[in-house]
């Protein structure tokens, strides 16, 4: 293993061996080279005659360019964009970020978090935390209602074992916080090591814990920790902030969970591809909330270094441009009020669709699930297969949708325009009375 890799993990261990313990093997052996980078970053600071390290062309004292490129960005210097963004993120961002979080998290507040790490989005955040803490045969406790893609990341990737709960009960009134509980409980009787992804918003359900049901998942993953199995919860947030009812908790799970004990690692995966409505940007955050008996920021050090390793040794950085743009996006005077607006917009949209299933003429033809945030939505059909409802809608009716298993479709209000909602579902009553047909 390499000396640098074994300096950080001394570090983790004298701190809190059982962080290291949840690590997976790549984990471990991971850590963020003193090769050219940190050369090129001793130059960039002490070279004031010569600096010829980091592999990019300048003319001058700028980076060399096109006009065919940089003419389409304007308000820029091409040196905050074109030249590399380092691997752990462009430093203001990062601290910009940290700071909003506790913004957005009262809760967290007293709590030692460390510094996020910037990722390509969101899914690419999944991939890197994928490989710092899943191992083959690692057991993930997930709802039975996911986002497709964490298949490919955690158990093509990574060969874990997805364990699935019940994510609602059989009504579909609320979430299934017995059926949670029941599964961890029974996974961690049986594994020194539990893993669970916590997105709430959810994809693809839009549903988000209410308080007192956030306050009980806490408490579930608090209580197993301290019973001595180890505990790596990672907060999928990816939708963070889009939260439409006043029961609803506003704050990520992350804040109910980080520090809160020694077994426990809170991962919190977030970004601006929801928040901010840059999705093609790719700008994601990891962050980490942990418990030590010493020496946490030391800790906290050694995982960003880990981090940013494994993106170094992936796709070298993010988009400089992308986190350039965001930054100053969030020092601009009107963001806020910009982000409220589009807020307001999305919380209609939700309210439309939930003004036009109190027609209880629609409970002839499917049961919906509940939803109170982010994008989405999904109904349950009574008897015909989601799939072949989605193609005959597609065909018949040029409507499209997302099919999940045999029985679910979801709708995703956050591209639907208000006065299509109620034409939308008659449409689907329609579509379902032709296959009831055949």
Request: glycine share 6%.
């Amino acid at each position: 293993m390499n000396v640098i890799a074994q300096q950080l993990n001394s570090t983790i261990t004298q701190a809190n061996p059982h962080i290291y313990d949840m690590l997976s093997d790549m984990g471990k052996a991971l850590f963020f080279p003193r090769g050219i980078l940190s050369q090129s970053a001793e130059a960039k600071a002490k070279a004031h005659k010569i600096n010829a390290t980091i592999g990019i062309a300048k003319e001058g004292d700028t980076v060399m360019h096109l006009p065919s490129v940089t003419r389409y960005v304007t308000g820029i210097a091409p040196d905050a964009y074109l030249s590399y963004a380092p691997s752990f993120g462009i430093p203001g961002l990062r601290e910009q970020w940290k700071n909003n979080l506790f913004c957005k998290n009262p809760s967290l507040a007293g709590c030692d978090i460390s510094l996020p790490v910037v990722t390509s989005g969101i899914t690419h955040g999944v991939s890197v935390f994928s490989d710092m803490w899943v191992n083959k045969e690692d057991v993930i406790v997930m709802p039975d209602m996911m986002w497709g893609n964490y298949n490919m990341t955690f158990t093509v990737r990574n060969n874990a074992k997805i364990v699935h709960y019940k994510a609602y009960d059989d009504a579909l009134t609320r979430f299934n916080i017995d059926d949670f509980a029941s599964v961890l409980r029974a996974q961690a009787a049986k594994n020194d090591k539990i893993i669970t992804v916590l997105n709430f918003p959810h994809n693809p359900s839009g549903y988000s814990l209410r308080k007192d049901e956030a306050d009980q998942v806490a408490a579930v993953l608090l209580d197993i920790a301290q019973k001595g199995t180890n505990v790596v919860a990672v907060c999928d947030d990816a939708y963070f902030g889009l939260f439409f009812e006043e029961q609803t908790s506003k704050e990520s799970l992350f804040a109910k969970l980080a520090g809160k004990h020694k077994r426990l690692v809170a991962v919190k995966l977030d970004g601006a591809t929801k928040e901010d409505y840059v999705w093609g940007l790719r700008v994601g955050f990891v962050t980490y909330g942990l418990a030590a008996d010493k020496d946490l920021a030391g800790v906290y050090q050694a995982l960003e270094q880990k981090t940013a390793g494994c993106i170094r040794g992936n796709i070298s950085n993010a988009s400089h441009l992308g986190q350039t743009i965001l930054l100053k996006a969030m020092a601009d005077p009107d963001y806020k009020a910009q982000k409220k607006e589009k807020f307001a917009l999305l919380k209609q949209r939700a309210r439309q669709i939930k003004k036009v299933l109190e027609n209880l003429e629609y409970a002839q033809y499917f049961d919906v699930y509940p939803f109170n945030s982010g994008y989405f939505m999904c109904i349950r059909l009574k008897d015909v297969d989601a799939e072949k409802l989605r193609l005959h809608l597609l065909d018949k009716y040029g409507v499209g949708l997302i099919s999940i298993g045999e029985k679910n479709i979801r709708v995703a209000f956050s591209c639907l325009e208000e006065k299509d909602v109620q034409t939308l579902f008659d449409i689907i009553v329609s579509g379902i009375s032709d296959l009831r047909k055949t």
